[in-house]
């Protein structure tokens, strides 16, 4: 799971100024951090939920994502 | 006594009219017919024209799906038959979406759809009921510089159909839409006369008043426009001024939060909206920079082109910017802006057989002060940026329209606009344009930018809708909308009131780009010169027979010169636009060395005796340098000349090391980080040092948003502690060098320094092998001097450029990091400091001290920039003399330049002037030869027989057996062959 989210997801993700990295995998949930422009997307939900579908598509497994926002100090107000 | 601030709760008359002007948009379209057999099928792109397909392939799309994946491309397709209520009327395409969509309709390019426009006119470009829709999106997470803000609404990755219709358009209704558009600008924005505003509110409600919204009636909507044209454009009582060109442009970054790949569709997209916008409005004209995007356009789209060369020809379409892509222009050297000119012009020329009078720049980080000769040697006379006007953080630059002098004297007529280049040419943007205008009294017309960039298409029909109707407003600016070329020409050319700016056009703003992705400067560096060994290699060997590679270098130079775009070397992008760039340079390497090729003899590619010391790879070599065996040598070749070179060992004692290390020119005392507390030097009887010397300092570093762009003055604020892991210790000694290593380092990153000592030359070298795993941290090596100074000197590649080091003026104070080429010096007149450099370009200079930057570990937009290995070394050189006669640029330029194996020997070497290039004409019937003068001196060369003088465009200017060459002059002649 971990080289699948490094190796397979991050590069896309990565193609649109995000980044995502691998923290755990456990009992069905899948966590990741997430940096760049994905830490202040407003519809990050959208993306989390096609994470958890090609997962099953070339894991064959369900899962469930949860992130972590890591965002940068300059976008970190709230 | 308590005071009640009364908030207003109730409803504004101002925002009645907006909801009114609200409710009468949703009227646009008359009829709609719902597209409902879509299908889509989703993808990723990798290379141009290349895409990786989902393997769930075809699949229905119905409004409310879920489409577009990160960094995806779809592609859609559908069969429609016109609906009988639509036949025979003006029919439209309409589809509203975050991405950039191209819309193909029975096998032509009709035009474009993205977050700035809606709807395609189809009814020129089709001749059946029957419509076979292909169309291709790319989403656009990041939305056009985030400046307008309904495109911001909308960005991510993941998007919902909203439905894709056949629609007409109520143009009477579309009319009244686009007045409002202009005068609700008007009445919203405070640059306007305040009485005018209230007369507008109150005449728009007037309007407004006329249509019953819930029961919209056409001939009510005619009478408000009715009202609108007799009560608001015919009263002329309040008088604005003002002069303004408007020029259509779109900006387009080849790479930014995309890659390059991207670039073709992003520019095909745009020149194919702008296109149609011509065949609605034949009034309009549009600019558009970049050869390259020509050429991929030319190469992928040539139905697209052929209509491009038709639009070029009737004037509508205007190429302008004369350089193949728009590099930075503070990194490149100047031969690489060189062959940014002469590919554009000679594309330009062979495509639509015209030579670009105009520099087109409106993005870039700056502007060295070589750039002048440049532009003019190259058939250009206008300059346009944008930067310094509407981006520096310390002063205002003082003009708009005026001359810009250069290192030698040339000058060019230059234009920097006072507002931004990306507009929506609103009327509050028009006047904001005018009221910052500088040259009021004598620069003529004021520039005013319209069009969305980034792939943002350009100009949309509201844009040129709200044109027209400008002139009908007494309030507005007089408007003039014109080429680019026509508005240089009309306001600068021969103005002899324009005022003179000499020296560089340093923007005070992004003053990280000289040292974010550090990797890519290095590569970048390093193959400008091998670019340049390669074509003298390639010449000398073609005067002996063999085929000149003319294709291969033309692409591997080009490629180069894309990478140099000014958001791809400066290091301002995502990381597969760095991952992109690196997979080039290795190419590009491997493909010079298979140019370069081998010889039995060391071949001096310098047009001067190479006659300092030199690193040569040789695996049974004495020394080590960048994990390779070698020896250093003096080689003593003689200019552009090949030889054997043979070392003997020295055999006496010439280091001492104890507490000073003692060598022929210096004592020497280290501190354990590999800092220098003392350096005697022997021969001027001289201190060096006065406080930190070869420090090694790391600073926080937290810019802001403009992370990987800005150093702020206040980053010496917060220190971060470097820790000694291994101290200095001596790990070499033989008869040229004494090695000595130490271990630095953070929790995160470990950085070793091995410094060198020499025999036979007065360099102290730093070799630094980093591990850099930081996050906002600024890496900087400190040399405290003992020179009192109040100018260092900076290399620019074309000469010399003096900086104040003190912080006297604000415009000084500005200026705390600069960039520099190969080396920087601080000296008095008998004597100085150099520090040269093999790939750095910022250097902070203040008072007596140098900080040449190193490293920088930013995270926007790129998360992993500069993490990972890095190596790099400067060397420390103390000269006697000034700097010329030290002949620091001579021993940066052999610290630069390896010495490989060719068997090569060039008669003539050009006196004193440094050998740019040596290359076959790309005609291919003339040996071309670039001079430079480097030193600020005067001079003539004798050429023993008459040669063609030429441009940077390899046009014949004259013939001539002498040249006389000014200061910092950049001579080109011609040899036929």
């Known amino acids: 799971m971990k080289d699948y989210i490094n190796n397979i997801i991050k590069p896309k993700l990565q193609g649109d100024g995000g980044e995502i990295d691998f923290i755990s995998y456990e009992d069905g949930t899948l966590t990741v951090l997430l940096q760049g422009e994905c830490s202040k997307c407003l519809i990050v939900d959208r993306c989390l939920s096609w994470i958890e579908s090609e997962v099953m598509r070339d894991m064959g497994e369900s899962v469930k994502v949860v992130a972590q926002k890591k965002k940068p100090f300059f976008w970190d107000k709230d | ?977």
């Open chain 2, 1 to 977: 006594m308590a005071h009640i601030k009364v908030v207003r709760r109730s409803m504004r008359p101002e925002e009645w009219t907006d909801l009114r002007f609200g409710w009468l948009k949703r009227y646009i379209y008359d009829e709609k017919f719902e597209i409902e057999n879509l299908k889509v099928r989703d993808a990723r792109q990798v290379a141009e024209m290349q895409y990786e397909y989902y393997p769930e392939g075809w699949r229905p799309l119905n409004k409310g799906d879920m489409y577009f994946t990160p960094d995806g491309t779809a592609f859609f397709e559908t069969d429609v038959v016109v609906p009988e209520k639509l036949k025979g009327k003006e029919l439209w395409f309409s589809l509203k979406t975050a991405a950039e969509i191209i819309v193909k309709v029975n096998g032509k390019y009709v035009g474009g759809v993205d977050p700035n426009r809606d709807r395609i006119l189809l009814t020129p470009y089709i001749d059946s009921d029957f419509l076979h829709f292909e169309m291709e999106g790319y989403n656009r997470s990041k939305p056009d510089d985030e400046r307008n803000p309904e495109s911001l609404s909308v960005r991510g990755c993941r998007q919902i159909f909203e439905g894709a219709y056949l629609a007409t358009i109520n143009h009477t209704v579309l009319d009244l839409v686009y007045d409002l558009e202009l005068l609700l600008d008007i009445a919203k924005s405070d640059l306007f006369n305040e009485d005018y505003r209230n007369f507008l509110n109150r005449e728009i409600n007037n309007a407004l008043n006329l249509i019953d919204f819930d029961d919209l009636k056409n001939e009510d909507v005619a009478s408000a426009k009715k009202y609108v044209d007799d009560v608001i454009f015919a009263n002329d009582d309040y008088k604005g001024n003002g002069d303004v060109a408007l020029i259509a442009h779109s900006h387009l970054d080849i790479a930014y939060y995309w890659r390059r790949i991207h670039s073709v569709q992003k520019n095909l997209r745009t020149i194919l909206i702008q296109l149609r916008l011509m065949d609605r409005y034949p009034d309009f004209k549009y600019t558009h920079t970049q050869a390259y995007t020509y050429e991929m356009l030319e190469k992928y789209y040539p139905d697209v082109f052929e209509e491009l060369k038709e639009k070029i020809a009737n004037g509508q379409f205007e190429p302008v910017g004369a350089m193949y892509v728009e590099p930075d222009c503070n990194i490149p050297n100047a031969e690489s802006l060189i062959r940014q000119f002469m590919y554009g012009q000679h594309y330009f020329r062979e495509k639509f057989g015209k030579t670009i009078k105009n520099c087109w720049l409106p993005d870039v980080f700056g502007n060295s002060w070589i750039l002048p000769q440049i532009l003019k040697k190259s058939g250009v006379d206008y300059f346009v940026s944008n930067k310094m006007s509407t981006w520096n953080d310390t002063n205002r630059f003082p003009h708009n329209n005026f001359i810009w002098k250069g290192i030698d004297g040339s000058e060019v007529y230059a234009c920097v606009p006072p507002t931004h280049f990306i507009t929506w040419n609103m009327p509050s943007q028009i006047q904001e344009n005018w009221e910052a205008y500088q040259d009021k009294n004598q620069g003529g017309q004021t520039m005013s930018m319209f069009g969305y960039g980034d792939g943002g298409s350009g100009c949309t029909e509201e844009m040129i809708e709200v044109m027209h109707r400008f002139n009908k407003l007494s309030i507005m600016p007089k408007i003039e909308h014109i080429s680019g070329q026509e508005f240089l020409e009309k306001n600068l050319k021969d103005n002899k009131n324009l005022a003179k700016w000499d020296g560089e056009l340093y923007l005070e703003m992004h003053r990280g780009t000289f040292t974010t992705k550090s990797q890519m400067k290095r590569y970048n560096r390093k193959l400008e010169y091998k670019l340049r060994e390669a074509e003298i290699v390639s010449t000398l060997r073609h005067l002996k027979g063999a085929e000149y590679p003319h294709d291969e270098i033309r692409d591997i130079y080009k490629k180069l010169l894309i990478n140099q775009f000014h958001d791809i070397l400066p290091g301002s992008h995502i990381t597969p636009v760095f991952r992109d760039a690196m997979a080039d340079y290795k190419e590009f390497d491997e493909r010079l060395d298979k140019i370069l090729g081998t010889g039995e003899k060391y071949f001096n590619s310098l047009n001067f005796t190479r006659k300092h010391l030199t690193f040569i790879e040789d695996e049974n070599g004495k020394s080590v340098r960048y994990g390779k065996q070698g020896n250093w040598v003096i080689p003593n070749l003689p200019p552009l000349s090949c030889g054997e070179i043979s070392w003997r060992t020295y055999a006496g004692e010439w280091c001492e090391i104890g507490n000073k290390i003692v060598t022929p020119f210096y004592e020497i005392e280290f501190e354990y980080d590999g800092s220098i507390k003392s350096l005697y030097d022997k021969e001027a009887d001289r201190e060096w040092t006065n406080g930190e010397f070869n420090k090694l300092k790391l600073y926080k570093d937290n810019p802001g948003v403009y992370d990987a762009w800005d150093i702020l003055p206040n980053y010496k604020d917060r220190e971060v502690e470097v820790k000694i892991i291994s101290p200095l210790k001596t790990i070499e000694k033989n008869s040229e060098v004494a090695s000595f290593e130490c271990i630095l380092g953070t929790e995160k990153s470990t950085w070793k320094r091995m410094i060198r000592v020499f025999r036979q030359s007065r360099g102290i070298e730093v070799e630094n092998i980093v591990d850099w795993n930081e996050k906002h941290v600024l890496a900087k090596a400190q040399f405290d001097c003992n020179v009192l100074t109040r100018k260092a000197v900076c290399d620019t590649s074309a000469g010399f450029i003096e900086r104040d080091t003190h912080r006297n003026t604000t415009w000084q104070q500005a200026r705390f990091e600069v960039c520099h080429h190969k080396w920087v010096d601080m000296a008095e007149t008998d004597g100085g400091i150099a520090i040269i450099n093999d790939s750095k370009y910022g250097v902070g200079l203040l008072e007596n001290s140098m900080s040449l930057s190193l490293l920088r570990a930013t995270v926007r937009p790129d998360v992993t920039s500069d993490i990972g290995h890095h190596e790099f070394s400067y060397m420390i050189y103390p000269h006697t003399e000034d700097f010329v006669k030290a002949e620091i640029n001579n021993i940066a330029f052999e610290y630069n330049v390896p010495l490989g194996k060719a068997d090569l020997t060039c008669e003539n070497s050009f006196g004193e002037l440094y050998m740019q290039t040596m290359k076959m004409s790309e005609k291919g019937n003339m040996i071309v030869i670039r001079l430079s003068e480097q030193n600020g001196r005067r001079g003539k060369i004798h050429l023993g027989g008459k040669v063609k003088l030429l441009n940077f465009l390899e046009d014949v200017i004259e013939e001539t057996d002498t040249v006389e060459y000014k200061p910092f002059e950049i001579i080109t002649i011609g040899i036929e062959t």
